[in-house]
């Protein structure tokens, strides 16, 4: 990363600013840094001037204890002033269920896009299931056990074990264990797994609910309920997307929603 900022507890972000125009400030979710949103920022850049950043603990960036989600929003307090005083955010994943919450705190946030932020509906018992994670993950991180935490993600998400086994053996999986603390922060984030609905009520701004329409229905559901949640909501779908959207797709979307 090119460049360094300081956030309000002293924590050193590093971030990168490409384009011109209205700024936009791109988060990333769990088990990822700004390397993760850089496709996608590139060619926001066209229009836009993006700032993309290694979330606290990750990449580049510092980490400072104790954690708590409020750090995480006095980040983006900083990232955006680096921008001018005043963007648009946009979050993928967990990562938007941090950039509604910093829209709800009240930060000069013009507008607010999010991709697939995973709430559920628990009307199926699927609180206890939540819960396990979070007392699992817990132990497993209190313990020293990286690659136990990335396993229990890794499940969370539905991937299946032979291929769970299978990134145990990768290249990629010392990278995965040297950010695996942070699961507990994308844990704090997400609060309880349900929507925000009191708190996304208080977001003032435009905000942009993106779904793929070849992921799972649930998701496709927690999409439509935040957008439903925010008196200025608006769900889009895109077909033949998973969470693992194109950016190629994903950004004509976002430029006509973040255009002035």
């Known amino acids: 990363m090119e460049k360094k900022t300081l956030s309000r507890d002293g924590t050193s972000l590093a971030y990168e600013v490409a384009g011109q125009g209205p700024a936009v400030v791109l988060v990333s979710g769990a ?59 946009y979050g993928v994943s967990s990562g938007g269920a941090l950039v509604l919450r910093a829209a709800a705190s009240g930060l000069p946030v013009s507008r607010v896009a999010v991709y697939e932020t995973p709430y559920a509906d628990f009307s199926d018992g699927g609180a206890g299931e939540r819960a396990a994670y979070t007392a699992r993950l817990t132990e497993a991180l209190g313990q020293g056990r990286r690659g136990d935490a990335v396993e229990l993600f890794l499940r969370l998400t539905g ?66 309920a935040v957008a439903a949640a925010v008196p200025r909501g608006t769900y889009r779908e895109l077909a033949d997307q998973d969470h693992m959207v194109d950016p190629n797709v994903l950004a004509p979307v976002l430029t006509g929603f973040f255009a002035p």
């Open 159 to 224: 991937l299946a074990e032979k291929m769970i086994q299978g990134a145990r053996q990768s290249p990629m999986w010392a990278g995965m264990e040297a950010i695996a603390p942070t699961l507990a922060y994308d844990d704090a984030v997400m609060g309880d797994g349900l929507v925000p609905r009191e708190r996304l009520a208080s977001v003032g701004v435009p905000v942009l609910a993106v779904a793929g329409g070849a992921s799972p229905a649930w998701m496709r559901e927690a999409t439509r």
């Open 31 to 89: 088990m990822s840094t700004s390397s993760t949103v850089a496709p996608l920022a590139g060619l926001l850049a066209r229009r836009f001037t993006t700032v993309r950043y290694d979330r606290r603990g990750r990449g580049e960036s510092g980490d400072t204890a104790p954690y708590a989600v409020e750090r995480e929003v006095e980040d983006l307090a900083a990232l955006i002033d680096v921008a001018g005083g005043e963007a648009a955010l």
